[in-house]
T-cell receptor, first 112, second 113 residues
Framework: NAGVTQTPKFQVLKTGQSMTLQCAQDMNHEYMSWYRQDPGMGLRLIHYSVGAGITDQGEVPNGYNVSRSTTEDFPLRLLSAAPSQTSVYFC???????????FGQGTRLTVV | AQSVTQLGSHVSVSEGALVLLRCNYSSSVPPYLFWYVQYPNQGLQLLLKYTSAATLVKGINGFEAEFKKSETSFHLTKPSAHMSDAAEYFCAVSLEYGNKLVFGAGTILRVKS
């Protein structure tokens, strides 16, 4: 099994550009989440989903959109990139019975 | 709502010394608690988890943690530090069947030779 796969691994955007970070999991997990990691702030929850067709906002949702059309995929869209969105983004999936989260390898995004 | 506080953003120990990383949680109901490790430029890997079975939880790489309800703590320990333990460690809390996993700010562990 591949687990949780994120693409791309690195991305540089100009201010105002839009893009989609991809996340796919092959473990049939219901729960999927997006986090951003900034130095000294741990991982902060952006958006999460408890199943296909259901999404909700986390701690820092502004400037990001998500959708969940399938169990496997949970893309994160940056609508109009800002320098404050420079960060490392992690996608995670969980099985609610086990509650352990499995993480992708991250996407390092720089907005200039 | 649940929350996590990790005391000490940086901890430095000598090789062979005890490792103690502190985590306190806040939760209105019995929580699930986790410790994750992150090596440079990598994702997060589960070290261990508490899911209300035993209060002393053993994880990978010789780490263990003890759930203390009276102190709302879940500190991570390892008797003897190795150079390979140098990484960032995150404590996290979740409610049973909860859809949010909340992380602490992380503790960077340095191991001196």
């Amino acid at each position: 099994n591949a687990g949780v796969t994120q693409t791309p691994k690195f991305q540089v955007l100009k201010t105002g550009q839009s893009m989609t970070l991809q996340c796919a999991q092959d473990m049939n997990h219901e729960y999927m989440s997006w986090y951003r990691q900034d130095p000294g702030m741990g991982l902060r929850l952006i958006h999460y989903s408890v199943g296909a067709g259901i999404t909700d906002q986390g701690e820092v949702p502004n400037g990001y959109n998500v959708s969940r059309s399938t169990t496997e995929d949970f893309p994160l869209r940056l609508l109009s990139a800002a320098p404050s969105q420079t960060s490392v983004y992690f996608c995670a999936s969980r099985n609610p019975i086990n509650t352990e989260a499995f993480f992708g390898q991250g996407t390092r995004l720089t907005v200039v | 709502a649940q929350s996590v506080t990790q005391l000490g953003s940086h901890v430095s120990v000598s090789e062979g010394a005890l490792v103690l990383l502190r985590c306190n949680y806040s939760s209105s109901v019995p929580p699930y608690l986790f410790w994750y490790v992150q090596y440079p430029n990598q994702g997060l890997q589960l070290l261990l988890k508490y899911t209300s079975a035993a209060t002393l939880v053993k994880g990978i790489n010789g780490f263990e943690a003890e759930f203390k309800k009276s102190e709302t703590s879940f500190h991570l320990t390892k008797p003897s530090a190795h150079m390979s333990d140098a990484a960032e460690y995150f404590c996290a809390v979740s409610l049973e069947y909860g859809n949010k996993l909340v992380f602490g700010a992380g503790t960077i562990l340095r191991v001196k030779s």
